[in-house]
């Protein structure tokens, strides 16, 4: 069975501090992977997509980047954390050429 | 892009069946209907989805127009566990879903 597992589950970070949000996916061979954000009462929106390893879109610009060091690892991450970053980051599967995603548990992240 | 509308609220009590209506009106042909539902502090759970014909699985039947422009997801025997927000979206490019608002839905018990 497939397993998506996202860490830390939560954190509380300072203005200006830098950010590294993790995923991996077990039991699935290059699947496709998403990065998804919600800030609180807010809409759902993906932020990048990877289809491969050390390759990843950008879809929102929200001064976040992504990496794909492995087939079954996604990287969200920044040098320098904003107050607007706080939200609620979510990571997502699909298999090749299926539209269908399967959500993780999230990372709610809280920055002061 | 194509959107979607659904109503931002529905009640049911419990063991009862709930109609969840979704409008779109500007629907693509080779654009496919999705149902997710999300519980708070938790991701979306996927639903069910279709493009033309009705389909059915062990958590939802989708009923989808003939002229697609609008589709029902119908839940049956709702529990207090079916209580979420409902979100009906179209896949308007490869990889790419837009979620809106959805529909908060209350199980009364």
């Known amino acids: 069975a497939q397993t998506i597992h996202q860490w830390p589950v939560a954190e509380i970070k300072a203005v200006g501090s830098p950010l590294s949000l993790g995923c991996t996916i077990k039991?699935?061979?290059?699947?496709?992977l998403y990065w998804y954000w919600q800030a609180t009462g807010g809409t759902l929106q993906q932020l990048f997509y990877?289809?491969?390893?050390?390759?990843v879109e950008s879809v929102v610009q929200l001064n976040l980047s992504a990496s794909r060091p492995k087939d079954d690892q996604f990287i969200l991450s920044t040098e320098k954390l904003l107050l607007s970053h706080s939200g609620f980051y979510l990571c997502a599967w699909s298999l090749l050429g299926e539209d269908t995603q399967y959500f993780g548990p999230g990372t709610r992240l809280l920055v002061l | 892009d194509a959107k979607t509308t659904q109503p931002d609220s529905m009640e049911s009590t419990e063991g009862e069946t709930v109609h969840l209506p979704c409008s779109h009106a500007?629907?693509?042909?080779?654009?496919?209907i999705y149902w997710y539902r999300q519980v708070p502090l938790q991701g979306p759970e996927y639903v069910t989805h279709g493009l033309q014909q009705n389909t059915t699985n062990s958590m939802a039947f989708l009923a989808i127009a003939s002229d697609r422009k609008s589709s029902t997801l119908i839940l049956t025997h709702v529990s207090l566990r079916d209580a979420a927000v409902y979100h009906c979206?179209?896949?308007?490019?490869?990889?790419?879903?837009?979620f809106g608002q959805g529909t908060v839905l209350s199980v009364i018990p």
């Open positions: 500007t629907i693509s042909g080779n654009e496919y």
């Open positions: 039991g699935k061979s290059s699947p496709n």
């Open positions: 990877s289809i491969t390893v050390g390759q």
């Open positions: 979206i179209l896949r308007v490019a490869h990889n790419k879903l837009t």
